[in-house]
Nanobody, 124 residues
Framework: QVQLVESGGGLVQSGGSLRLSCAVS???????????MGWYRQAPGKQRELVADINHDGSTNIADSVKGRFTISRDNAKMLVYLQMNSLKAEDTAVYYC???????????????WGQGTQVTVSS
């Protein structure tokens, strides 16, 4: 069973930076699958939204709202995914969730795994 543990959240002033980390355990990266690793966030009263994700080939998908401020990266050897957040704004306040989408190469079937979430609060 794949388990994800996030860290790095906290309280920061507007304009500040935080780096989120997500450690994946319980499974090694198998050649039978491809893995997209990403970060989502959910603010109070809002739906969960994609912040950024990174594919097995290193290609990334960044939400327009954070483009130019946030960077996603991954370390396959250590099974880690990072979200570097710069120039934080009050509207970035949310619970941030790590996600791994594992897709079987032969069938295209995908499974989603989620972390517990880490709170990011940006004070204005």
């Amino acid at each position: 069973q794949v388990q994800l543990v996030e860290s790095g959240g906290g309280l920061v002033q507007s304009g500040g930076s935080l780096r989120l980390s997500c450690a994946v355990s319980g499974s090694s990266f198998s050649g039978f699958y491809t893995y997209t690793m990403g970060w989502y966030r959910q603010a109070p009263g809002k739906q969960r939204e994609l912040v950024a994700d990174i594919n097995h080939d290193g290609s990334t998908n960044i939400a327009d709202s954070v483009k130019g401020r946030f960077t996603i990266s991954r370390d396959n050897a250590k099974m880690l995914v990072y979200l570097q957040m710069n120039s934080l704004k009050a509207e970035d306040t949310a619970v941030y969730y790590c996600n791994v989408a594992r897709t079987r190469r032969s069938s295209g079937r995908s499974s989603d795994y989620w972390g517990q979430g880490t709170q990011v609060t940006v004070s204005s």
